[in-house]
Nanobody
């Protein structure tokens, strides 16, 4: 299983970024996908998740600003991040969870929001 993230970078507060995570080696349609983030000195936290049926869940801190969606034909999950804040600065990780609850992780992509 391989998860490859892209789309991170440096953006000004109030700006937008879209992260992508392309999956391979897994039956993409049958897995729950999620984005986590980890800021320096903090624990990794769940930002957003989407089930194989398309149900979504968001952390309170990003609800209304971030949108997770998936394209099963491309085995890719996206995280559209709007109205970014400096506190959104973190390494963002893609996560896949299969039907037997095995976890797979991407290498992470840095998002930096300048004030």
């Amino acid at each position: 299983v391989q998860l490859v993230e892209s789309g991170g970078g440096l953006v000004q507060a109030g700006g937008s970024l879209r992260l992508s995570c392309a999956a391979s080696g897994i039956f993409f349609s049958f897995i729950t996908m999620a984005w986590y983030r980890q800021a320096p000195g903090k624990q990794r936290e769940n930002v957003a998740s989407i089930t194989m049926g398309g149900s979504t869940n968001y952390a309170d801190s990003v609800n209304g600003r971030f949108t997770i969606y998936r394209d099963n034909s491309k085995s890719t999950v996206y995280l559209q991040m709007n109205i970014l804040k400096p506190e959104d600065t973190a390494v963002y990780y893609c996560n896949a969870k299969n039907l037997v609850s095995e976890d797979f992780w991407g290498q992470g992509t840095q998002v930096t929001v300048a004030s």
